[in-house]
């Protein structure tokens, strides 16, 4: 089992509302992920960081945000939620080299209503 | 950009039986691979993983192969069982350093 956490597993709540998705990690990878996933269909990098203080966007564009300021805590956050955020978002961490795999947190289903 | 993508969304086999789960990468210069399984309300699992210097690696009832020449990767499980049924992605790491992943293969296996 990999040591990376999600909280919520699930989450209902208002449009135009403020949420934070939590992830943390105890493995101390400095690489860390987080994925959008619709059922049934692929993940989207939305963003990721390679250590504290480092963040990126990825390949999908969200309206998402995230912070990195401890090794361990790479949590992001929707400033106001809206429908169209509803999704299963997925947040992974590896190790450092460049030939290792990513492991994932459980998931964090959101629906926005 | 870079893309992976599979050739089946849907495959079911008899328990028992060989599955066999393809994916075609686009990006030559990708040079390591893992297979992936989700089950239903789950995050991914780590399979197994290839490097472009390999074309064949084996682990625990699963194969996978790798064809560079016509960008190809498959996955081979033998004696499929029931707990084997779930969503299979492929994923790439080339000269992004992030992976990039496929849309996925529901495997369902039949009693």
């Known amino acids: 089992e990999a040591d990376i956490y999600q909280t919520p597993r699930y989450l209902v709540i208002g449009t135009g509302k403020k949420i934070t998705l939590e992830c943390s990690q105890t493995?101390?990878?400095?690489?860390m992920y987080w994925y959008q996933q619709d059922p049934g269909m692929e993940l989207h990098l939305i963003h990721y960081s390679y250590g504290v203080n480092s963040t990126e966007k990825g390949d999908l564009s969200s309206e998402s945000t995230v912070s990195r300021i401890r090794t361990e805590h790479f949590p992001l956050t929707l400033e106001s939620a809206r429908p169209s955020h509803t999704s299963q978002y997925l947040c992974?961490?590896?190790?450092?080299?460049?030939?290792?795999?990513?492991?994932f947190g459980q998931g964090t289903r959101l629906t926005v209503v | 950009g870079e893309s992976v993508g599979l050739h089946l969304p849907t495959l079911s086999v008899q328990e028992g039986d060989n599955s066999i789960i393809n994916c075609a990468y686009s990006?030559?210069?990708?040079?390591?691979f893992i297979w992936y399984k989700q089950e239903s309300g789950k995050g991914p699992q780590f399979i197994i993983d290839?490097?472009?210097?390999?074309d064949k690696r084996q682990g625990q009832r699963v194969t996978v192969l790798l064809n560079k020449t016509v960008k190809h990767l498959s996955l081979q499980i033998a004696a499929t069982q029931p707990g084997d049924s779930a969503v299979y992605f492929c994923a790439e790491k080339g000269s992004a350093r992030q992976l990039t992943f496929g849309s996925g293969t529901q495997l369902t296996v039949l009693p």
């Open positions: 990006n030559s210069a990708s040079d390591y």
């Open positions: 493995m101390g990878h400095d690489k």
């Open positions: 992974a961490s590896s190790g450092d080299g460049r030939n290792t795999e990513a492991f």
């Open positions: 290839i490097r472009s210097n390999m």
